[in-house]
């Protein structure tokens, strides 16, 4: 048993060993190492002219500028790594967000000194030099020995020439057992053999270093991710509250401001009733009167629903109170859990406060649901919501519709502040929401 | 707002033939009934922006002898031009707020419906306020300018003459003084006269 297993991993090992040289990967390696060799040498050329001229320039604006573009440069060679590495080792590097210098040359001059993916860039630039000559040395060298060993016996000649590690390693003159001859020719040609199946590996092991240098160097780096997701966050913010406003408007023109006209309308035509007093008839003024001021106490409880939309009076005296009225106010019977000490900055609370009344809503409308129950509770810096139904499920972020516009508007509001925004609703419920919120945001 | 409007007009002696809530029945209840008039809101379903302008704009090109007066909650100088883009007669353009003033309205109206022009005090102000002829304006005196508002409102000599409490024939004097001094064509009907001081005040 163990023999049959060991012979089967034997002979695959010795399998890919035999394989390995003719693989497409080992030759895009190959071609990876020898283009990346050669445009680091390209990079580092280019970045040491430009830099100490911008060095030695740098009192004036001219030196700066010269910095500025060496540093635009060698974002440009990162990129064609990063295509490199994608096409020929199917690397994965993401890019980093494009160059968007702000306007006039002193803005593009500020931009292009502060650009960390520039610098960073150049650093790779600087770090592969080495790693290009080391890889040249050792798994370059073993191809080429590889390849002049093997070409020996047909080229002919005195010695196969010798070049890097191998000169090193075996110094020069090895190859020459017994003079020359032909079992000389099928020594070296067999040396030629081991080489070759050598060399795939030795390669191998090089672009490994390269490969973590530019995951290191040549992706955006912790902060600058943090920071794309900030510029996320703080877009959606902005998008959220144009939104609001402009449906704010668009409650105040539709429904407040409509009312208003209908009821100036009324009492006008009233009056101009009023003002010929030989055609009185007492009943239709007496009507518009009637219909005028319905519509104006219709007009103040919109108004109050409008206003509380806004900014909900009942956070005034604290989310605590808030929460309570809310859940009372429920048409679902609702229990309800607090228990935190610090008091949630003002942002905050609201959004809890709109969590919970949209949550609750949502209950009421769609759930189906017998009972509810909220718990708000701290831990730590954050404060967990929990709105969970004994429903019918079936809650989706994803799905067109007012109530669920209504949850991809929630995420939005909680993602802005780092929150953290999570629904689980089987089909046949319960449906489960928990929002964290940090305590300040 | 649309029943109140409704029972205004009935009110005030106009049949009213259909009231509808979105442009398309607007298209179809006009092509059934061929009214001297349509009272339209700029802000219509489905997005509320402005389809009722559309609309209205494509039943100006469809029907010619209709006369349409928009209704809006704000003025927007950009829809005034558009809708003026190649004849002011029968085109009205109000405050929503103008009903509250029901004989102003109903005046208004009743031009549009024959028509002439009326166009909400608002705008003329924020036509002469955003006007680059500013300086050209300032060559008027303040009963001339009290006339150019009125005038481009889409008022008659005589409505003018009331309004101010002159003589109709002090009304002419004046108005033949800002057509001399915009050097603009003097031109009999009151729509046209609209058009041409639209148009200066455009330039």
Same mark, same amino acid.
């Given at each position: 048993?163990?023999?049959?297993?060991?012979?089967?991993?034997?002979?695959?090992?010795?399998?890919?060993?035999?394989?390995?040289?003719?693989?497409?990967?080992?030759?895009?390696?190959?071609?990876?190492?020898?283009?990346?060799?050669?445009?680091?040498?390209?990079?580092?050329?280019?970045?040491?002219?430009?830099?100490?001229?911008?060095?030695?320039?740098?009192?004036?604006?001219?030196?700066?500028?010269?910095?500025?573009?060496?540093?635009?440069?060698?974002?440009?060679?990162?990129?064609?790594?990063?295509?490199?590495?994608?096409?020929?080792?199917?690397?994965?590097?993401?890019?980093?967000? %494009?160059?968007?210098?702000?306007? =006039?040359?002193? $803005? /593009? !001059?500020?931009? @292009?000194?502060?650009?960390? *993916? #520039?610098?960073?860039?150049?650093?790779?630039?600087?770090?592969?030099?080495?790693?290009?000559?080391?890889?040249?040395?050792?798994?370059?060298?073993?191809?080429?020995?590889?390849?002049?060993?093997?070409?020996?016996?047909?080229?002919?000649?005195?010695?196969?020439?010798?070049?890097?590690?191998?000169?090193?390693?075996?110094? %020069?003159?090895?190859?020459?057992? =017994?003079?020359? $001859? /032909? !079992?000389?020719? @099928?020594?070296?040609?067999? *040396? #030629?053999?081991?080489?070759?199946?050598?060399?795939?590996?030795?390669?191998?092991?090089?672009?490994?270093?390269?490969?973590?240098?530019?995951?290191?160097?040549?992706?955006?780096?912790?902060?600058?991710?943090?920071?794309?997701?900030?510029?996320?966050?703080?877009?959606?913010?902005?998008?959220?509250?144009?939104?609001?406003?402009?449906?704010?408007?668009?409650?105040?023109?539709? $429904?407040?401001?409509?009312?208003?006209?209908?009821?100036?309308?009324?009492?006008?035509?009233?009056?101009?009733?009023?003002?010929?007093?030989?055609?009185?008839?007492?009943?239709?003024?007496?009507?518009?009167?009637?219909?005028?001021?319905?519509?104006?106490?219709?007009?103040?409880?919109?108004?109050?629903?409008?206003?509380?939309?806004?900014?909900?009076?009942?956070?005034?005296?604290?989310?605590?109170?808030?929460?309570?009225?809310?859940?009372?106010?429920?048409?679902?019977?609702?229990?309800?859990?607090?228990?935190?000490?610090?008091?949630?900055?003002?942002?905050?609370?609201?959004?809890?406060?709109?969590?919970?009344?949209?949550?609750?809503?949502?209950?009421?409308?769609?759930?189906?649901?017998?009972?509810?129950?909220?718990?708000?509770?701290?831990?730590?810096?954050?404060?967990?919501?929990?709105?969970?139904?004994?429903?019918?499920?079936?809650?989706?972020?994803?799905?067109?519709?007012?109530?669920?516009?209504?949850?991809?508007?929630?995420?939005?509001?909680?993602?802005?502040?780092?929150?953290?925004?999570?629904?689980?609703?089987?089909?046949?419920?319960?449906?489960?929401?928990?929002?964290?919120?940090?305590?300040?945001? | 707002?649309?029943?109140?409007?409704?029972?205004?007009?009935?009110?005030?002696?106009?049949?009213?033939?259909?009231?509808?809530?979105?442009?398309?029945?607007?298209?179809?209840?006009?092509?059934?009934?061929?009214?001297?008039?349509?009272?339209?809101?700029?802000?219509?379903?489905?997005?509320?922006?402005?389809?009722?302008?559309?609309?209205?704009?494509?039943?100006?090109?469809?029907?010619?002898?209709?006369?349409?007066?928009?209704?809006?909650?704000?003025?927007?100088?950009?829809?005034?031009?558009?809708?003026?883009?190649?004849?002011?007669?029968?085109?009205?353009?109000?405050?929503?707020?103008?009903?509250?003033?029901?004989?102003?309205?109903?005046?208004?109206?009743?031009?549009?419906?024959?028509?002439?022009?009326?166009?909400?005090?608002?705008?003329?102000?924020?036509?002469?306020?955003?006007?680059?002829?500013?300086?050209?304006?300032?060559?008027?005196?303040?009963?001339?300018?009290?006339?150019?508002?009125?005038?481009?409102?889409?008022?008659?000599?005589?409505?003018?003459?009331?309004?101010?409490?002159?003589?109709?024939?002090?009304?002419?004097?004046?108005?033949?003084?800002?057509?001399?001094?915009?050097?603009?064509?003097?031109?009999?009907?009151?729509?046209?006269?609209?058009?041409?001081?639209?148009?200066?005040?455009?330039?």
């Amino acid at each position: 048993m163990i023999s049959e297993d060991l012979e089967t991993r034997l002979r695959g090992t010795v399998g890919t060993i035999l394989r390995e040289p003719f693989t497409k990967r080992t030759w895009s390696e190959f071609w990876f190492l020898v283009l990346g060799a050669a445009l680091a040498f390209f990079g580092i050329a280019f970045v040491g002219l430009t830099m100490v001229v911008g060095v030695v320039f740098a009192i004036t604006f001219f030196g700066l500028a010269v910095i500025g573009l060496s540093l635009r440069g060698a974002r440009g060679i990162g990129r064609i790594q990063r295509g490199m590495a994608r096409g020929l080792l199917g690397e994965q590097i993401e890019d980093p967000d %494009p160059f968007s210098p702000r306007p =006039g040359f002193l $803005g /593009w !001059l500020q931009s @292009a000194l502060r650009d960390r *993916t #520039g610098w960073r860039s150049m650093a790779y630039v600087a770090v592969k030099v080495p790693l290009a000559i080391f890889g040249i040395f050792t798994a370059f060298s073993v191809w080429f020995d590889a390849f002049t060993c093997l070409t020996y016996p047909f080229v002919g000649g005195n010695q196969p020439s010798e070049f890097g590690l191998i000169r090193v390693l075996f110094q %020069p003159g090895y190859f020459s057992i =017994g003079g020359p $001859g /032909w !079992l000389h020719g @099928a020594a070296i040609f067999f *040396t #030629g053999i081991v080489l070759f199946l050598v060399a795939p590996w030795a390669v191998r092991a090089v672009i490994y270093v390269d490969r973590f240098l530019m995951q290191a160097l040549l992706a955006p780096d912790a902060m600058a991710i943090r920071v794309r997701s900030l510029e996320h966050a703080r877009a959606q913010t902005v998008d959220a509250s144009a939104a609001t406003l402009r449906r704010i408007e668009r409650d105040l023109h539709d $429904g407040t401001q409509a009312q208003l006209v209908a009821l100036a309308m009324r009492l006008g035509m009233a009056k101009e009733k009023l003002a010929d007093p030989d055609n009185l008839d007492l009943d239709q003024v007496r009507e518009l009167v009637n219909s005028a001021h319905r519509g104006a106490k219709e007009t103040i409880v919109e108004l109050r629903d409008l206003a509380r939309g806004i900014h909900p009076p009942a956070l005034d005296i604290g989310l605590e109170g808030a929460l309570s009225t809310l859940a009372a106010r429920s048409t679902i019977p609702t229990d309800l859990a607090l228990s935190f000490n610090d008091r949630p900055t003002p942002a905050i609370e609201a959004i809890a406060y709109f969590c919970v009344a949209e949550l609750l809503a949502n209950v009421a409308q769609h759930a189906n649901a017998s009972q509810a129950s909220v718990t708000c509770a701290q831990h730590g810096r954050w404060l967990r919501l929990v709105v969970r139904d004994d429903g019918i499920g079936g809650a989706q972020l994803s799905k067109v519709g007012s109530s669920s516009s209504g949850l991809v508007g929630l995420t939005e509001r909680v993602h802005a502040v780092d929150g953290r925004f999570d629904i689980t609703s089987p089909p046949r419920g319960p449906t489960v929401v928990t929002v964290d919120l940090p305590l300040h945001a | 707002m649309r029943d109140g409007l409704v029972q205004l007009l009935v009110d005030r002696g106009f049949v009213v033939t259909d009231a509808v809530s979105e442009p398309d029945a607007l298209r179809r209840s006009v092509e059934r009934d061929c009214p001297d008039v349509a009272v339209v809101d700029i802000r219509m379903p489905p997005t509320f922006t402005d389809e009722g302008l559309r609309a209205a704009i494509d039943l100006r090109n469809q029907h010619s002898g209709l006369g349409i007066l928009l209704f809006s909650q704000y003025i927007e100088t950009r829809y005034a031009a558009e809708l003026l883009a190649d004849d002011a007669a029968g085109i009205g353009y109000l405050l929503k707020d103008r009903v509250a003033d029901v004989t102003d309205f109903v005046e208004a109206l009743v031009r549009v419906a024959s028509g002439g022009t009326a166009l909400d005090p608002e705008v003329v102000t924020q036509l002469l306020g955003a006007s680059r002829r500013a300086d050209s304006i300032s060559v008027l005196s303040a009963r001339e300018k009290e006339v150019l508002s009125l005038m481009a409102e889409g008022r008659s000599n005589a409505a003018i003459a009331t309004e101010l409490v002159i003589s109709e024939g002090a009304v002419e004097k004046h108005v033949a003084n800002i057509f001399m001094k915009f050097d603009l064509p003097v031109s009999q009907s009151d729509h046209r006269r609209v058009l041409a001081v639209l148009r200066f005040l455009e330039s």
